[in-house]
Every structure is written in structure tokens, then in C-alpha cells.
Nanobody, 124 residues
Framework: EMQLVESGGGLVQPGGSLRLSCEAS????????ITWVRQAPGKGLEWVST????????TYGDSVTGRSTIFRDNAKNMAYLQLSSLKPEDTALYSC?????????????????WGQGTQVTVSS
């Protein structure tokens, strides 16, 4: 079965950090760019970050630039999003998505695979 499974979310205090994980199975992971997207309560999907297939290049949305790092381990079929200096407005369901083309979009229609998400809540 081809799927993406996220983990690593949770409740964290403002200023804290989290590392989200995205585990892929059922497809050739190294052929796919990986994107993280988030959806805050009552809001639309927001593109967060994208990393190219080989991990050589990564791009970040304005809301997380300077506070996040995306990376991947193709040998383990894993991608990660390290979040730091978290703010209450970072509270959202974070999902990873995969596509053979590189997208900077939160539109699920652009991606071959989309995970169920992991919840991040930033609150004191």
C-alpha cells in the first residue's frame, strides 16, 4: 500500500521545538519531492516547505522561514520538519505530501500522495 504517515506532533509551549516525521511506503521515495502543508483550525491549507528529491534544495513559506528546517533520509524513506521558536499561530494539522514534480502549494490536487497529518498545538 502506498502511503505517507506523519508523527511527532503534540502539545508544546510557545518558544518550544518539535520534529515532525513523515514515513513513506509503497513507492520509490527518492523519486518524489516532499512537501509539508498545514491547516489551522477554521483556515485553509497553507504550504509550509518543500524539499527536492535528493535533498539538495529546500524552500520555505514566509510563516516558517528562519524557524524551520526540512530534511530527508532517502535510505530510510523518511522526511522531517524541524520546527523551532513555535508560536500559538503555528497550531495546525501538519501533513506531508509527495509528488514527482516540485510544488510550492497547499493544494492536494498537486500531489500523488498525502498523509493523514499530525497535530501540533502550541499553547501555554
Amino acid at each position: 500500500e502506498m502511503q505517507l504517515v506523519e508523527s511527532g506532533g503534540g502539545l508544546v509551549q510557545p518558544g518550544g521545538s518539535l520534529r515532525l516525521s513523515c514515513e513513506a511506503s509503497g513507492f520509490t521515495f527518492s523519486n518524489y519531492a516532499i512537501t509539508w502543508v498545514r491547516q489551522a483550525p477554521g483556515k485553509g491549507l497553507e504550504w509550509v516547505s518543500t524539499i527536492q528529491q535528493g535533498g539538495e534544495s529546500a524552500t520555505y513559506g514566509d510563516s516558517v522561514t528562519g524557524r524551520s528546517t526540512i530534511f530527508r533520509d532517502n535510505a530510510k524513506n523518511m522526511a522531517y520538519l524541524q520546527l523551532s521558536s513555535l508560536k500559538p499561530e503555528d497550531t495546525a494539522l501538519y501533513s506531508c505530501a509527495a509528488d514527482e514534480k516540485i510544488h510550492y502549494s497547499g493544494d492536494p490536487g498537486h500531489y500523488d500522495y498525502w498523509g493523514q497529518g499530525t497535530q501540533v498545538t502550541v499553547s501555554s
